[in-house]
Protein backbone atom coordinates (compact mmCIF):
# COMPACT_ATOMS: atom_id res chain seq x y z
CA UNK A 1 0.00 0.00 0.00
CA UNK A 2 1.68 3.64 -0.84
CA UNK A 3 1.69 6.66 0.96
CA UNK A 4 -1.45 7.98 -0.61
CA UNK A 5 -3.43 5.01 -0.19
CA UNK A 6 -2.26 4.95 3.53
CA UNK A 7 -3.09 8.39 3.91
CA UNK A 8 -6.74 8.07 2.16
CA UNK A 9 -7.52 4.76 4.48
CA UNK A 10 -6.45 6.50 7.89
CA UNK A 11 -8.73 9.20 6.69
CA UNK A 12 -11.44 7.08 6.23
CA UNK A 13 -11.02 5.67 9.65
CA UNK A 14 -11.07 8.64 11.44
CA UNK A 15 -13.94 9.88 9.83
CA UNK A 16 -15.85 6.55 10.93
CA UNK A 17 -15.19 7.64 14.31
CA UNK A 18 -17.72 10.12 14.00
CA UNK A 19 -20.44 8.58 11.68
CA UNK A 20 -23.95 7.26 13.75
CA UNK A 21 -23.93 3.64 15.04
CA UNK A 22 -25.86 1.21 12.58
CA UNK A 23 -29.09 1.09 14.20
CA UNK A 24 -31.00 -1.34 11.40
CA UNK A 25 -33.31 -3.01 13.27
CA UNK A 26 -36.07 -3.57 10.35
CA UNK A 27 -38.76 -2.41 12.46
CA UNK A 28 -38.67 0.68 10.50
CA UNK A 29 -39.36 2.44 13.74
CA UNK A 30 -37.08 5.47 15.12
CA UNK A 31 -35.65 5.35 18.44
CA UNK A 32 -33.07 8.26 19.40
CA UNK A 33 -31.85 6.99 22.29
CA UNK A 34 -29.43 4.44 19.89
CA UNK A 35 -28.05 6.82 18.87
CA UNK A 36 -25.83 7.74 21.45
CA UNK A 37 -22.01 7.13 20.99
CA UNK A 38 -18.45 7.96 23.22
CA UNK A 39 -15.59 8.78 21.18
CA UNK A 40 -12.25 9.03 22.85
CA UNK A 41 -9.30 11.55 21.99
CA UNK A 42 -6.70 13.13 22.94
CA UNK A 43 -6.76 16.07 24.08
CA UNK A 44 -4.35 19.13 24.51
CA UNK A 45 -5.17 20.70 28.36
CA UNK A 46 -3.75 24.09 29.13
CA UNK A 47 -1.90 24.88 32.17
CA UNK A 48 -3.14 28.75 31.78
CA UNK A 49 -6.58 29.41 29.90
CA UNK A 50 -5.02 32.50 28.61
CA UNK A 51 -3.02 30.94 26.52
CA UNK A 52 -6.27 29.21 24.76
CA UNK A 53 -6.58 31.81 21.49
CA UNK A 54 -2.48 31.01 21.18
CA UNK A 55 -2.49 27.52 21.12
CA UNK A 56 -5.68 27.32 18.95
CA UNK A 57 -4.15 28.62 16.24
CA UNK A 58 -0.90 27.04 16.35
CA UNK A 59 -2.73 23.79 16.67
CA UNK A 60 -4.95 24.54 13.62
CA UNK A 61 -2.21 26.04 11.22
CA UNK A 62 -0.03 22.45 11.87
CA UNK A 63 -3.87 20.57 11.37
CA UNK A 64 -3.35 18.79 15.10
CA UNK A 65 -6.47 20.50 15.82
CA UNK A 66 -9.66 18.18 15.50
CA UNK A 67 -11.82 19.92 13.05
CA UNK A 68 -15.63 19.01 12.35
CA UNK A 69 -18.69 20.78 11.87
CA UNK A 70 -20.86 20.93 15.32
CA UNK A 71 -18.10 20.21 17.37
CA UNK A 72 -16.16 22.86 19.38
CA UNK A 73 -12.63 22.05 19.92
CA UNK A 74 -12.76 23.98 23.10
CA UNK A 75 -13.89 22.06 26.23
CA UNK A 76 -14.19 22.38 29.93
CA UNK A 77 -11.42 20.05 31.38
CA UNK A 78 -12.70 16.54 32.49
CA UNK A 79 -11.20 17.36 36.19
CA UNK A 80 -14.21 19.53 37.80
CA UNK A 81 -11.90 20.89 40.25
CA UNK A 82 -9.80 22.46 37.17
CA UNK A 83 -12.76 23.09 35.24
CA UNK A 84 -14.08 25.22 37.97
CA UNK A 85 -11.03 27.20 37.90
CA UNK A 86 -11.70 28.02 34.14
CA UNK A 87 -9.16 25.66 32.85
CA UNK A 88 -10.03 24.58 28.78
CA UNK A 89 -8.74 21.77 27.20
CA UNK A 90 -8.25 21.60 22.96
CA UNK A 91 -9.34 18.50 21.31
CA UNK A 92 -7.28 16.71 19.26
CA UNK A 93 -7.09 14.88 15.51
CA UNK A 94 -7.93 11.14 16.35
CA UNK A 95 -4.62 10.80 14.85
CA UNK A 96 -2.90 11.83 17.51
CA UNK A 97 -2.19 9.19 20.06
CA UNK A 98 -2.21 9.85 23.74
CA UNK A 99 1.30 8.65 25.17
CA UNK A 100 2.67 8.93 21.22
CA UNK A 101 4.95 11.55 20.87
CA UNK A 102 5.46 10.34 17.18
CA UNK A 103 2.28 11.13 16.36
CA UNK A 104 2.27 14.94 18.15
CA UNK A 105 2.73 17.91 15.54
CA UNK A 106 4.92 20.67 15.68
CA UNK A 107 2.69 22.85 17.90
CA UNK A 108 1.82 20.37 20.41
CA UNK A 109 5.19 19.11 20.59
CA UNK A 110 6.72 23.04 21.98
CA UNK A 111 3.59 23.55 23.83
CA UNK A 112 4.31 20.11 25.74
CA UNK A 113 8.12 20.98 26.02
CA UNK A 114 7.04 24.59 27.31
CA UNK A 115 5.15 22.81 29.49
CA UNK A 116 2.06 24.47 28.51
CA UNK A 117 0.45 21.75 27.56
CA UNK A 118 -0.56 18.20 28.75
CA UNK A 119 -1.86 15.60 26.24
CA UNK A 120 -4.23 13.78 28.65
CA UNK A 121 -7.35 11.45 27.33
CA UNK A 122 -10.88 12.69 26.58
CA UNK A 123 -14.37 11.37 26.46
CA UNK A 124 -17.20 12.92 24.41
CA UNK A 125 -20.54 11.74 23.99
CA UNK A 126 -22.49 12.17 20.58
CA UNK A 127 -26.00 11.75 20.44
CA UNK A 128 -29.00 11.85 18.14
CA UNK A 129 -28.96 15.80 18.19
CA UNK A 130 -25.46 15.70 16.97
CA UNK A 131 -26.16 13.71 13.51
CA UNK A 132 -27.77 15.44 10.35
CA UNK A 133 -30.66 13.79 8.95
CA UNK A 134 -28.71 11.55 6.09
CA UNK A 135 -26.29 10.47 9.26
CA UNK A 136 -29.58 8.93 10.67
CA UNK A 137 -31.66 8.04 7.67
CA UNK A 138 -28.05 5.92 6.10
CA UNK A 139 -27.91 4.22 9.78
CA UNK A 140 -31.47 3.27 9.20
CA UNK A 141 -32.09 2.30 6.09
CA UNK A 142 -31.12 -0.48 4.21
CA UNK A 143 -27.44 0.22 2.25
CA UNK A 144 -29.60 -0.65 -1.04
CA UNK A 145 -31.71 2.62 -0.54
CA UNK A 146 -28.63 4.76 0.24
CA UNK A 147 -28.65 6.17 -3.48
CA UNK A 148 -31.77 8.33 -3.24
CA UNK A 149 -32.39 9.16 0.72
CA UNK A 150 -35.30 11.58 0.63
CA UNK A 151 -33.96 14.59 2.39
CA UNK A 152 -34.61 16.80 -0.29
CA UNK A 153 -37.98 18.36 -0.35
CA UNK A 154 -40.36 21.06 -1.36
CA UNK A 155 -41.55 23.33 1.34
CA UNK A 156 -44.14 25.84 1.78
CA UNK A 157 -43.99 27.59 4.95
CA UNK A 158 -44.46 24.84 7.86
CA UNK A 159 -45.27 21.98 5.11
CA UNK A 160 -42.48 19.44 3.85
CA UNK A 161 -43.45 17.66 1.11
CA UNK A 162 -42.31 14.73 0.14
CA UNK A 163 -42.80 12.21 -3.64
CA UNK A 164 -41.12 9.20 -1.94
CA UNK A 165 -40.11 6.43 -4.16
CA UNK A 166 -42.24 2.42 -3.58
CA UNK A 167 -39.62 1.34 -2.12
CA UNK A 168 -39.47 3.99 0.84
CA UNK A 169 -42.93 3.58 1.45
CA UNK A 170 -42.15 1.37 4.46
CA UNK A 171 -40.11 3.96 5.68
CA UNK A 172 -42.28 7.04 4.89
CA UNK A 173 -43.00 7.46 9.04
CA UNK A 174 -39.37 6.72 9.93
CA UNK A 175 -38.58 9.66 7.01
CA UNK A 176 -40.88 12.26 8.51
CA UNK A 177 -40.10 12.01 11.92
CA UNK A 178 -36.35 12.78 11.41
CA UNK A 179 -37.34 15.33 8.95
CA UNK A 180 -39.41 16.84 11.67
CA UNK A 181 -37.09 16.16 14.04
CA UNK A 182 -33.76 18.26 11.80
CA UNK A 183 -35.63 21.18 10.17
CA UNK A 184 -37.18 23.20 13.50
CA UNK A 185 -39.15 25.34 10.80
CA UNK A 186 -41.05 21.38 9.42
CA UNK A 187 -44.21 21.31 11.09
CA UNK A 188 -45.94 19.07 8.88
CA UNK A 189 -44.59 16.28 6.52
CA UNK A 190 -46.75 15.19 4.09
CA UNK A 191 -46.57 13.07 0.69
CA UNK A 192 -48.08 13.02 -2.22
CA UNK A 193 -50.20 10.04 -3.41
CA UNK A 194 -50.80 10.67 -7.35
CA UNK A 195 -49.16 12.53 -10.29
CA UNK A 196 -50.11 16.31 -10.08
CA UNK A 197 -51.57 17.34 -12.95
CA UNK A 198 -52.56 13.67 -14.19
CA UNK A 199 -55.78 13.91 -12.18
CA UNK A 200 -56.53 17.59 -11.41
CA UNK A 201 -56.34 20.21 -14.01
CA UNK A 202 -55.35 22.98 -11.39
CA UNK A 203 -52.12 20.95 -10.12
CA UNK A 204 -53.34 20.45 -7.07
CA UNK A 205 -52.48 16.74 -5.40
CA UNK A 206 -53.95 13.58 -2.65
CA UNK A 207 -51.79 13.23 0.34
CA UNK A 208 -51.24 11.79 3.45
CA UNK A 209 -49.94 12.96 6.59
CA UNK A 210 -46.72 11.61 7.47
CA UNK A 211 -45.82 14.05 10.98
CA UNK A 212 -47.48 16.55 12.27
CA UNK A 213 -51.12 18.35 12.54
CA UNK A 214 -53.32 18.18 9.38
CA UNK A 215 -52.54 21.68 9.12
CA UNK A 216 -51.94 22.72 4.76
CA UNK A 217 -52.66 26.62 5.70
CA UNK A 218 -49.56 28.24 5.29
CA UNK A 219 -47.81 31.99 5.02
CA UNK A 220 -44.87 32.32 2.93
CA UNK A 221 -42.42 35.38 2.23
CA UNK A 222 -41.52 35.30 -1.71
CA UNK A 223 -39.24 37.70 -2.91
CA UNK A 224 -40.05 40.02 -0.47
CA UNK A 225 -43.80 39.42 -1.04
CA UNK A 226 -45.94 37.63 1.61
CA UNK A 227 -48.30 34.74 0.49
CA UNK A 228 -51.16 33.28 2.17
CA UNK A 229 -52.99 29.79 0.94
CA UNK A 230 -54.21 26.37 1.40
CA UNK A 231 -51.29 24.04 -0.10
CA UNK A 232 -53.87 21.33 -0.78
CA UNK A 233 -55.66 23.74 -2.73
CA UNK A 234 -53.42 25.44 -5.14
CA UNK A 235 -50.06 24.83 -7.12
CA UNK A 236 -46.93 25.99 -4.59
CA UNK A 237 -43.17 25.13 -5.33
CA UNK A 238 -40.63 26.30 -3.35
CA UNK A 239 -38.14 24.84 -6.19
CA UNK A 240 -38.91 27.47 -8.88
CA UNK A 241 -37.62 30.54 -6.67
CA UNK A 242 -34.73 31.08 -8.84
CA UNK A 243 -36.95 30.72 -12.30
CA UNK A 244 -39.16 32.99 -10.62
CA UNK A 245 -36.32 35.56 -10.11
CA UNK A 246 -34.75 34.54 -13.52
CA UNK A 247 -38.15 35.58 -15.50
CA UNK A 248 -38.99 38.63 -13.28
CA UNK A 249 -35.76 40.32 -13.78
CA UNK A 250 -36.50 40.56 -17.61
CA UNK A 251 -39.22 42.41 -16.72
CA UNK A 252 -39.26 46.35 -16.33
CA UNK A 253 -41.09 48.79 -14.59
CA UNK A 254 -43.43 50.35 -16.91
CA UNK A 255 -44.20 47.29 -19.08
CA UNK A 256 -46.80 45.01 -19.41
CA UNK A 257 -46.77 41.77 -18.74
CA UNK A 258 -49.63 38.68 -18.93
CA UNK A 259 -49.32 35.54 -16.65
CA UNK A 260 -51.30 33.11 -18.19
CA UNK A 261 -51.10 30.33 -15.56
CA UNK A 262 -50.22 32.73 -12.61
CA UNK A 263 -51.39 30.42 -9.63
CA UNK A 264 -51.38 32.41 -6.56
CA UNK A 265 -48.94 34.69 -7.90
CA UNK A 266 -45.22 33.95 -7.56
CA UNK A 267 -44.42 36.15 -11.12
CA UNK A 268 -46.71 38.40 -10.60
CA UNK A 269 -46.84 40.21 -7.31
CA UNK A 270 -43.33 40.81 -7.47
CA UNK A 271 -43.24 42.09 -10.36
CA UNK A 272 -46.14 44.45 -9.55
CA UNK A 273 -43.57 45.46 -7.03
CA UNK A 274 -41.03 47.13 -9.03
CA UNK A 275 -43.53 48.86 -11.06
CA UNK A 276 -44.69 46.19 -13.77
CA UNK A 277 -48.20 46.09 -14.82
CA UNK A 278 -49.15 42.68 -14.87
CA UNK A 279 -52.40 41.09 -16.18
CA UNK A 280 -52.52 37.53 -13.86
CA UNK A 281 -54.74 34.95 -14.81
CA UNK A 282 -55.41 31.66 -13.32
CA UNK A 283 -58.26 28.75 -14.00
CA UNK A 284 -58.63 27.57 -10.66
CA UNK A 285 -61.18 29.80 -8.25
CA UNK A 286 -59.27 28.89 -5.12
CA UNK A 287 -55.32 30.71 -7.33
CA UNK A 288 -57.29 33.10 -7.86
CA UNK A 289 -58.71 34.26 -4.47
CA UNK A 290 -55.22 33.56 -2.95
CA UNK A 291 -53.69 35.84 -6.04
CA UNK A 292 -56.75 38.91 -5.35
CA UNK A 293 -55.46 38.51 -1.35
CA UNK A 294 -51.99 38.55 -2.46
CA UNK A 295 -52.44 41.59 -4.30
CA UNK A 296 -53.59 43.69 -1.79
CA UNK A 297 -51.94 42.28 1.11
CA UNK A 298 -48.56 43.73 -0.93
CA UNK A 299 -49.85 46.72 -2.02
CA UNK A 300 -49.79 46.17 -5.51
CA UNK A 301 -53.25 47.11 -6.88
CA UNK A 302 -52.23 50.02 -9.16
CA UNK A 303 -50.33 47.59 -11.35
CA UNK A 304 -51.68 43.78 -11.07
CA UNK A 305 -55.09 43.17 -12.23
CA UNK A 306 -56.41 39.48 -11.18
CA UNK A 307 -58.36 37.42 -13.88
CA UNK A 308 -59.93 33.80 -13.23
CA UNK A 309 -60.40 32.54 -16.94
CA UNK A 310 -59.23 29.94 -19.21
CA UNK A 311 -55.74 30.40 -20.73
CA UNK A 312 -56.82 29.94 -24.28
CA UNK A 313 -59.28 32.85 -23.50
CA UNK A 314 -57.49 35.04 -21.58
CA UNK A 315 -54.27 35.02 -24.29
CA UNK A 316 -57.23 35.88 -27.00
CA UNK A 317 -58.15 38.82 -25.43
CA UNK A 318 -55.10 39.81 -23.52
CA UNK A 319 -54.18 42.71 -26.28
CA UNK A 320 -57.21 44.08 -26.89
CA UNK A 321 -57.50 44.43 -22.88
CA UNK A 322 -54.82 46.21 -22.39
CA UNK A 323 -55.04 48.10 -25.47
CA UNK A 324 -58.32 49.50 -23.83
CA UNK A 325 -56.75 50.26 -20.73
CA UNK A 326 -54.26 52.34 -22.66
CA UNK A 327 -56.60 54.41 -25.09
CA UNK A 328 -58.88 55.20 -21.10
CA UNK A 329 -55.41 56.34 -19.95
CA UNK A 330 -55.12 54.25 -17.34
CA UNK A 331 -52.28 54.49 -14.88
CA UNK A 332 -50.83 54.00 -11.79
CA UNK A 333 -50.14 56.78 -9.40
CA UNK A 334 -46.73 57.14 -6.79
CA UNK A 335 -46.18 59.85 -4.81
CA UNK A 336 -42.90 60.73 -4.32
CA UNK A 337 -41.09 60.93 -1.28
CA UNK A 338 -39.46 64.28 0.10
CA UNK A 339 -35.53 64.31 0.75
CA UNK A 340 -34.78 64.16 4.57
CA UNK A 341 -33.14 67.64 3.76
CA UNK A 342 -36.03 69.03 2.73
CA UNK A 343 -38.29 70.44 5.67
CA UNK A 344 -41.16 72.03 3.20
CA UNK A 345 -44.53 70.30 4.54
CA UNK A 346 -46.55 71.02 0.68
CA UNK A 347 -46.91 67.96 -0.71
CA UNK A 348 -44.55 66.68 -3.62
CA UNK A 349 -46.85 66.54 -7.19
CA UNK A 350 -47.56 63.03 -7.87
CA UNK A 351 -46.17 61.03 -10.88
CA UNK A 352 -48.62 59.48 -13.09
CA UNK A 353 -47.49 56.10 -14.78
CA UNK A 354 -49.40 55.45 -17.82
CA UNK A 355 -49.97 51.79 -19.05
CA UNK A 356 -48.24 51.23 -22.61
CA UNK A 357 -50.54 50.14 -25.36
CA UNK A 358 -48.79 46.84 -26.05
CA UNK A 359 -47.94 43.75 -24.05
CA UNK A 360 -43.99 43.22 -23.64
CA UNK A 361 -43.80 39.47 -22.26
CA UNK A 362 -46.09 36.72 -21.81
CA UNK A 363 -45.45 33.78 -19.01
CA UNK A 364 -46.84 30.52 -19.11
CA UNK A 365 -45.97 28.32 -16.20
CA UNK A 366 -47.82 25.26 -16.53
CA UNK A 367 -45.42 22.70 -17.91
CA UNK A 368 -47.20 19.55 -18.58
CA UNK A 369 -49.66 21.45 -20.91
CA UNK A 370 -48.38 25.04 -21.60
CA UNK A 371 -47.08 24.63 -25.54
CA UNK A 372 -50.96 23.54 -26.38
CA UNK A 373 -52.04 26.86 -25.70
CA UNK A 374 -49.36 28.01 -28.17
CA UNK A 375 -52.08 28.65 -31.17
CA UNK A 376 -54.30 30.86 -29.26
CA UNK A 377 -51.50 33.53 -30.18
CA UNK A 378 -52.65 33.46 -33.88
CA UNK A 379 -54.09 37.01 -34.90
CA UNK A 380 -53.62 38.54 -31.34
CA UNK A 381 -52.84 41.99 -32.81
CA UNK A 382 -54.63 41.58 -35.91
CA UNK A 383 -55.08 45.09 -37.79
CA UNK A 384 -52.79 46.27 -35.04
CA UNK A 385 -49.45 46.41 -37.25
CA UNK A 386 -48.99 50.09 -36.63
CA UNK A 387 -47.67 49.49 -33.00
CA UNK A 388 -44.92 47.81 -33.62
CA UNK A 389 -41.64 47.86 -35.50
CA UNK A 390 -41.26 49.54 -37.85
CA UNK A 391 -43.72 52.19 -37.75
CA UNK A 392 -42.98 52.08 -33.94
CA UNK A 393 -39.53 51.29 -31.74
CA UNK A 394 -42.15 48.38 -29.59
CA UNK A 395 -41.06 44.44 -30.86
CA UNK A 396 -44.07 42.07 -30.46
CA UNK A 397 -44.76 40.21 -27.24
CA UNK A 398 -41.75 37.72 -25.67
CA UNK A 399 -43.26 34.67 -24.58
CA UNK A 400 -41.82 32.30 -21.69
CA UNK A 401 -43.32 29.02 -22.07
CA UNK A 402 -42.03 26.35 -19.49
CA UNK A 403 -42.49 22.62 -20.44
CA UNK A 404 -41.36 19.26 -19.72
CA UNK A 405 -38.97 17.17 -22.08
CA UNK A 406 -36.68 14.58 -21.69
CA UNK A 407 -33.15 15.19 -19.51
CA UNK A 408 -29.89 15.02 -21.90
CA UNK A 409 -26.70 16.40 -22.64
CA UNK A 410 -27.33 16.24 -26.00
CA UNK A 411 -29.50 18.45 -28.72
CA UNK A 412 -32.76 15.52 -28.00
CA UNK A 413 -34.53 17.95 -25.46
CA UNK A 414 -33.95 21.14 -27.62
CA UNK A 415 -35.23 19.78 -30.98
CA UNK A 416 -38.12 18.00 -28.90
CA UNK A 417 -39.23 21.57 -27.47
CA UNK A 418 -38.87 23.45 -30.81
CA UNK A 419 -40.90 20.53 -33.19
CA UNK A 420 -43.73 21.20 -30.45
CA UNK A 421 -43.50 25.13 -30.19
CA UNK A 422 -43.47 24.25 -34.00
CA UNK A 423 -46.25 22.10 -33.88
CA UNK A 424 -48.69 24.30 -31.62
CA UNK A 425 -47.54 28.16 -32.82
CA UNK A 426 -47.95 27.00 -36.11
CA UNK A 427 -44.49 28.25 -37.57
CA UNK A 428 -41.15 26.76 -37.82
CA UNK A 429 -39.24 27.44 -34.99
CA UNK A 430 -35.87 26.56 -34.27
CA UNK A 431 -33.15 26.78 -31.67
CA UNK A 432 -31.04 30.43 -31.56
CA UNK A 433 -31.70 33.75 -30.35
CA UNK A 434 -35.07 34.59 -29.10
CA UNK A 435 -35.31 38.44 -30.19
CA UNK A 436 -34.94 36.56 -34.11
CA UNK A 437 -38.22 35.78 -35.43
CA UNK A 438 -38.31 32.21 -35.65
CA UNK A 439 -35.72 31.29 -33.34
CA UNK A 440 -35.68 29.89 -29.90
CA UNK A 441 -33.71 29.96 -27.06
CA UNK A 442 -34.23 27.06 -24.28
CA UNK A 443 -33.33 27.30 -20.90
CA UNK A 444 -33.30 23.83 -18.45
CA UNK A 445 -34.75 25.12 -15.36
CA UNK A 446 -34.30 21.98 -13.14
CA UNK A 447 -34.12 17.84 -13.46
CA UNK A 448 -37.31 16.47 -12.25
CA UNK A 449 -36.95 12.91 -12.66
CA UNK A 450 -34.19 10.81 -13.74
CA UNK A 451 -35.14 10.93 -17.17
CA UNK A 452 -37.43 14.33 -17.24
CA UNK A 453 -36.29 17.65 -16.80
CA UNK A 454 -38.23 21.28 -16.93
CA UNK A 455 -37.15 23.87 -19.57
CA UNK A 456 -38.68 27.48 -20.23
CA UNK A 457 -38.37 28.18 -24.35
CA UNK A 458 -38.55 32.09 -24.83
CA UNK A 459 -39.07 33.54 -28.05
CA UNK A 460 -40.92 36.51 -29.74
CA UNK A 461 -44.57 36.00 -31.38
CA UNK A 462 -43.81 35.64 -35.10
CA UNK A 463 -45.56 38.47 -37.26
CA UNK A 464 -47.03 36.15 -39.17
CA UNK A 465 -48.50 34.57 -36.79
CA UNK A 466 -49.37 37.47 -34.38
CA UNK A 467 -50.73 39.57 -37.35
CA UNK A 468 -52.85 36.62 -38.60
CA UNK A 469 -56.73 36.57 -39.21
CA UNK A 470 -58.11 35.50 -35.74
CA UNK A 471 -59.89 32.52 -36.04
Known sequence: MDSQEEREKETKD???????????????????????????????????????????????????????????PIRPHPDQALDKLGHKCLLLNPDVKLGVPETYGPGLKEGV??????????????????WTARDVLESILPEDLHDEIPTGFNTAGHIAHLNLRDDYLNYKKLVAEVLIDKNPHIKTVINKVDNVGSESEFRTFKYEVLAGKDDLQVQVNHHNCSFEFDYSKVYWNSKLETEHFRIASMFNPGEVVCDVMAGIGPFAVPSGKKGVFVWANDKNPESFKCLDAAIKKNKVTQYVTPSCSDGHDFIKQSADIVLEAFQQKKHATVYPK???????????PPTHIYIPPTISHFVMNLPAIAIEF????????????????????????????????????DETPINDICERVTKYL???MKPGNPDNEGEVSIHNVRNVAPA????????????????AERA
Open 14 to 72: IMSLFRPPIVRSGTAALNRALFTKKVDLAAAALKDPRLISQYRKSLTINKELLSLERIS
Open 113 to 130: QKEDLTVIPYEIELDYDY
Open 338 to 348: RPKNDKSKEPL
Open 374 to 409: LGSYRGIYHGHEDLFEPTTDKKLPMVHVHCFSFKAQ
Open 426 to 428: GYP
Open 452 to 467: KSMYCASFRIPREVAF
